[in-house]
């Protein structure tokens, strides 16, 4: 069974980076056939899709975002990365990893598996 | 303002059905699969329905999905307590060349 792990700081000052790592486990961050994906979610509020990326390389992000977002893997570890730069107090949310399918175009088209979510709180 | 428009809360009776719209465009819906997904209270979403209308092993044949043009819908039979939550759907969105989700729906079982 598929599991996934959020990790990092739960505290993050304003104008600094938010770095969360995913650890995969029970499957390999190598296949051709997934996406590894972030997903944010503010409190009280929806789901924000970050971006998602394929171990070969292929990323999207998430244009809202401006340019502060890179997700990276790191498939020695069998891990994948989300670095935020500039935060504020909006990029305050819960924040989850997610594996996903991609379209026969190579998009990301959903996320079947997803980690438990670790609240990051932006605040001095 | 989401991409995709959910409408905000639906509720029904147990055993009864309900459906959940999401609302969207061509260059999101209309071209691309359309999920839905499941987030009960202090959890994490849950894919139900991928691809439109497939639904993920294990989930009842009381969720169904379907698509036409540039809306997609979410249909819930046989409605149970446990069925309370909030329902997103998400898709591709070709023009922002990013995933997208509805603003969610929150489905109450009176």
């Known amino acids: 069974q598929l599991q996934l792990q959020e990790s990092g700081p739960g505290l993050v000052k304003p104008s600094e980076t938010l770095s969360l790592t995913c650890s995969v486990s029970?499957?390999?961050?190598?296949?051709?056939?997934?996406?590894w994906g972030w997903i944010r979610q503010p409190p009280g509020n929806g789901l924000e899709w970050i971006g998602s990326?394929?171990?070969?390389?292929?990323?999207y992000y998430n244009p809202s975002l401006k340019g502060r977002v890179t997700i990276s893997v790191d498939t020695s570890k069998n891990q994948f990365s989300l670095k935020l730069t500039s935060v504020t107090a909006a990029d305050t949310a819960v924040y989850y990893c997610?594996?996903?399918?991609?379209?026969?175009?190579?998009?990301?088209?959903?996320?079947?598996?997803w980690g438990q979510g670790a609240l990051v709180t932006v605040s001095s | 303002q989401s991409v995709l428009t959910q409408p905000p809360s639906v509720s029904a009776a147990p055993g009864q059905k309900v459906t959940i719209s999401c609302s969207g465009s061509s260059s999101n819906i209309a071209n691309n699969y359309v999920s839905w997904y499941q987030q009960l209270p202090g959890t994490a979403p849950k894919l139900l329905i991928y691809d439109n209308n497939r639904r993920l092993s294990g989930i009842p044949d009381r969720f169904s999905g379907s698509k036409s043009g540039t809306s997609a819908t979410l249909g819930i039979t046989g409605l149970q307590t446990g069925d309370e939550a909030d329902y997103y759907c998400?898709?591709?969105?070709?023009?922002?060349?990013?995933?997208?989700f509805g603003g969610g729906t929150k489905l109450t079982v009176l």
């Open positions: 997610a594996r996903g399918y991609y379209d026969s175009s190579g998009r990301p088209k959903n996320f079947d598996y």
């Open positions: 029970g499957g390999s961050i190598s296949s051709n056939d997934h996406y």
């Open positions: 998400g898709t591709w969105d070709s023009s922002l060349s990013a995933g997208v």
């Open positions: 990326m394929h171990y070969r390389g292929s990323t």
